[in-house]
């Protein structure tokens, strides 16, 4: 029999968290997910600029327009709906 040498992707990496933030001072920030791509999809659609979410309370925060705080930060809104997290 010939053996497979070829590693499984998935296995390399770790599980997604049901709370996960992209900004780094965040005690939900995991640096070692973000250095693969991860999808997100909210009420379906894929969504490309999610900073956190939860899975089990169903939200998400999104940045605002252009619109940012005094120190430079977006403004993030939290929206509601079924959330699913994945790897691309």
């Known amino acids: 029999m010939e053996e497979n040498n070829t ?3 998935a296995a390399a990496k770790p599980a ?3 709370r996960l933030s992209a900004d780094p001072s965040s005690k939900f920030h995991v640096a070692e ?3 693969h791509d991860i ?3 909210f009420n379906g659609k894929e969504r490309r600029d ?4 939860c899975i089990s309370e169903g939200w998400v ?3 605002s327009g252009k619109t940012v705080d005094r120190k430079g930060n977006p ?3 939290k929206l509601k709906g079924p959330v699913e997290a994945f790897y691309r």
């Open 7 to 9: 590693p499984n992707p």
């Open 16 to 18: 997604l968290p049901d």
């Open 33 to 35: 997910i973000f250095q």
């Open 39 to 41: 999808g997100i999809r």
């Open 50 to 53: 999610v900073e956190e979410y």
């Open 61 to 63: 925060s999104v940045p």
């Open 75 to 77: 403004v993030m809104i």
